[in-house]
């Protein structure tokens, strides 16, 4: 059992329209870039590759270019990228939700505080204890804000409820992981994602 607490990769940009979050990042042995979504596995960054048209062309030797592709992703789709957890505990190296322990969270509040223009929240993950989804929920629940689901209301993709952040609302949605595990197809994701981006 490993502490990590998450790098500091946030990219805070103006206008972000929409803030997508995924849980924490994988094992740094597995990161191919030190930016969000960086295992070459995860399919994220193929998603937002081709819903945005931006290619992904450098060399992920070359770090810098790489993270500036996917900045520009980033501000082409107004899409702001972060995760809910700020502190975890890792068992075994690996990049499972399922085996992490979510000890500390971001402050998620004062990103909508500082975004006025962010329309949504989007929750890659639902199905692991650790997911973004169920996350963000036990996060909202800590910082005691007042949230409104649906009567018919289940963790699914495409499930939305409502927070309000100092009397603002705001809509989240769920959505699939992009993970490699998952078997939600390329195609699936891309159209899955554009309905909400």
């Not at 998450?6 to 990161?31: E, I, Q, V």
């Not at 870039?33 to 992920?60: C, D």
């Not at 692991?128 to 804000?145: D, G, P, R, V």
Request: hydrophobic letters at 40%; glycine letters at 2%.
């Amino acid at each position: 059992m490993t502490v990590e607490i998450h790098p500091n990769w946030f990219y805070d940009f103006y206008p972000m329209k929409t803030l997508a979050l995924g849980s924490f990042p994988p094992h740094p042995k597995r990161h191919a870039f030190p930016f969000y979504y960086p295992n070459k596995q995860n399919r994220f960054w193929k998603v937002m590759s081709e819903l945005s048209g931006i290619e992904l062309q450098a060399s992920l030797s070359d770090t810098v270019q790489v993270i500036e592709e996917r900045k520009q992703i980033m501000r082409k789709l107004n899409l702001g990228i972060h995760d809910v957890a700020l502190e975890i505990i890792r068992k075994n190296n690996s990049s499972l939700d399922a085996n992490i322990e979510i000890t500390k969270f971001q402050d998620i509040v004062s990103i909508v505080n500082n975004h006025p223009e962010l329309e949504k929240i989007l929750l890659l993950g639902f199905s692991a204890k650790n997911s973004a989804a169920q996350t963000f929920l036990k996060y909202i629940e800590q910082e005691q804000l007042k949230v409104e689901f649906p009567s018919n209301f289940r963790l699914k993709s495409e499930q939305s409820f409502t927070i309000f952040v100092n009397d603002r609302k705001m809509e989240c949605v769920i959505l699939n992981s992009t993970s490699s595990a998952s078997s939600v197809t390329i195609p699936q994701l891309v159209n899955q994602f554009r309905q909400f981006i």
